[in-house]
């Protein structure tokens, strides 16, 4: 029998969102704005931790939201009650945001006078992990009563974020979870990533994350 070769070619299905992620990503660098997707499951803490850091960056960094969801206006409504400009996006029924839908979002909260805009993707784990947005950086939060496995069951989410903030670190001792096992599993998967505990409510460890932010937004300004 004649021996041949077998070639998997693939393109990814990716491919035309991955475009417009860049030509995004491109766009935004030129108006100096850090575009930042914040990601989680739902319940893990999002808004209150946007609402938390707006108010600890409102003095050095001009913010924007676009709060995603497949239906409602609640997180919008929370985000209203600070200093940044906020828009509501309505997926239609979608469990995530794909890079022409952020670019959608975008021109609709405008980039006049905001040096970080914040996309609060839908509410899960899945989804959202698997489409560029055009973001400069991605972040996850993820909450001690979800437990320190997720990264062992949701490993793309961990792989593609920079930071993982852990927050709700007030419960802790409540709940059997291991903040070092957990911060283990995610560098396993993502070496880089940073991790960072937190307690939104309290400001235990937003000093830290606040001061990533403030860099990682100046440094995308100056270069």
Request: proline residues 4%.
């Amino acid at each position: 029998m004649e021996q041949y070769k077998i070639l998997e070619v693939k393109e990814s299905v990716f491919k035309n969102n991955d475009e417009r992620a860049e030509k995004l990503r491109a766009e935004m660098k030129e108006k100096k704005v850090f575009l930042l997707n914040l990601m989680s499951s739902p319940g893990a803490g999002k808004t209150t931790t946007l609402c938390q850091t707006i108010g600890l960056l409102k003095d050095d960094v001009r913010v924007g939201v676009m709060e995603a969801d497949i239906d409602s206006d609640v997180d919008a409504a929370s985000i209203s009650k600070t200093c940044a400009r906020v828009i509501q996006l309505h997926t239609g029924g979608m469990c995530h945001l794909d890079a022409e839908m952020t670019r959608q979002g975008i021109e609709g909260l405008g980039t006049e006078n905001i040096d970080l805009a914040v996309l609060e993707n839908v509410g899960n784990l899945v989804c959202p992990a698997e489409f560029d947005t055009g973001a400069s950086k991605n972040v996850m939060i993820l909450s001690v009563p979800e437990g320190d496995d997720k990264p062992l069951k949701y490993p793309l989410m961990f792989s593609i974020c920079d930071v993982l903030l852990i927050n709700k670190m007030d419960v802790l001792p409540y709940f059997d979870f291991d903040v070092e096992a957990c911060k283990e599993r995610a560098q396993v998967l993502n070496p880089d990533i940073k991790v960072i505990p937190i307690c939104a409510k309290s400001g235990e460890g937003m000093d830290q994350w606040i001061q990533w932010l403030k860099d990682q937004v100046q440094l995308w300004q100056q270069a």
